[in-house]
């Protein structure tokens, strides 16, 4: 495993891969997901990333399954002072049958402290090291969400903060917000982001895929940004005949593109997830692969694309498909 700083100067020195748990405890069962977790840990894995909703659109599910399975993990193998752990509020239903995402819970500090109170009895553990506003709240004022979240980092509660689903605009806006009252901003962004590009035009809601204007402005504050990519494998669209591309990737234009990690797959060996993999750890900006899995072999697979190095004649015939 390789390790990066995230979260800034200020931030965490994490895996180069983070083990996205959606599915734990919901769609994948407890013994699957413990084994999915042990081997991260035993392969030099130490960054988990889970929510407060997931997963609460599966029948019977609440949105605490994730949260409560990695608390049990963590407590029956003493690890947590292994594991940089990630959680995020504020996109949970309100109640929660309501419309979503209509009725979302939204960023008004008493919903965030009340949810990270929350996580931390789930989680067994007394810190979040990275806690994010899952999507955007435009209802509560900039600067009370800012002062809100910037109490729990005083408070010791939260160790580095984050905005996921967020465009540049709103997370520059609460990092001036953050200066302007001397409390801590966010330095970690977490979007949708995969090689394919989306269909002009597609509407993703409220869970956007990087925009142009977000990688821009990742990379120019590269020392106090951190960008991490969520679905950036597409549920196995990549290597995959039984998993059609999903219909916000599909036109004239990904073709290429596909035709293009394959060729690059063959030449190197690798698979095309993991030429997706290493297009992301080695861009820039670098962008940090939130990878969903819901086996060992899953996983054994994507560790594998932390050690692929492409070659400059590689990332170009990429870049330009």
Request: charged share 25%; glycine share 10%.
């Amino acid at each position: 495993m390789k390790y990066v700083r995230t979260g800034g100067t200020g931030g965490l020195d994490v895996s180069a891969l983070c083990l996205g748990a959606l599915r734990f405890g919901s769609m994948t069962d407890e013994a699957t997901a413990f084994a999915i977790l042990d081997r991260f840990l035993d392969a030099g894995g130490t960054f988990i990333d889970t929510a407060n909703t997931y997963a609460f659109w599966v029948d019977g599910c609440t949105g605490e399954e994730s949260e409560n399975l990695i608390g049990r993990w963590m407590a029956g193998r003493g690890v947590r002072d292994r594991v940089v752990l990630a959680t995020k509020a504020g996109a949970l239903p309100d109640p929660l049958d309501a419309p979503w995402p209509e009725k979302a819970e939204g960023l008004a500090p008493e919903v965030m402290r009340r949810q990270t109170e929350a996580a931390l009895r789930r989680l067994g553990t007394d810190r979040i090291d990275v806690f994010y506003s899952h999507i955007e709240d435009r209802r509560t004022p900039v600067h009370e969400q800012v002062a809100g979240l910037g109490s729990l980092v005083a408070d010791g509660k939260v160790r580095v903060l984050g905005a996921s689903n967020h465009t540049a605009w709103r997370i520059e806006q609460a990092r001036v917000a953050a200066r302007e009252l001397s409390v801590a901003g966010y330095s970690c962004i977490q979007q949708r982001y995969t090689y394919l590009q989306p269909r002009p035009g597609v509407d993703f809601g409220v869970n956007p895929h990087a925009s142009d204007e977000l990688l821009d402005y990742v990379s120019s504050e590269p020392d106090e940004l951190t960008l991490l990519g969520y679905s950036t494998l597409l549920s196995g669209a990549y290597g995959r005949d039984d998993r059609p591309v999903p219909a916000e990737y599909d036109h004239p234009g990904t073709a290429a593109r596909l035709a293009a990690v394959r060729a690059v797959a063959a030449e190197t060996g690798a698979t095309p997830n993991q030429v997706v993999l290493a297009w992301l750890l080695g861009g820039s900006p670098s962008v940090l692969p939130v990878i969903g899995v819901s086996s060992v072999a899953q996983l054994e697979e994507c560790l594998a694309a932390v050690d692929l190095k492409l070659d400059a004649e590689h990332r170009t015939l990429l870049d330009a498909a």
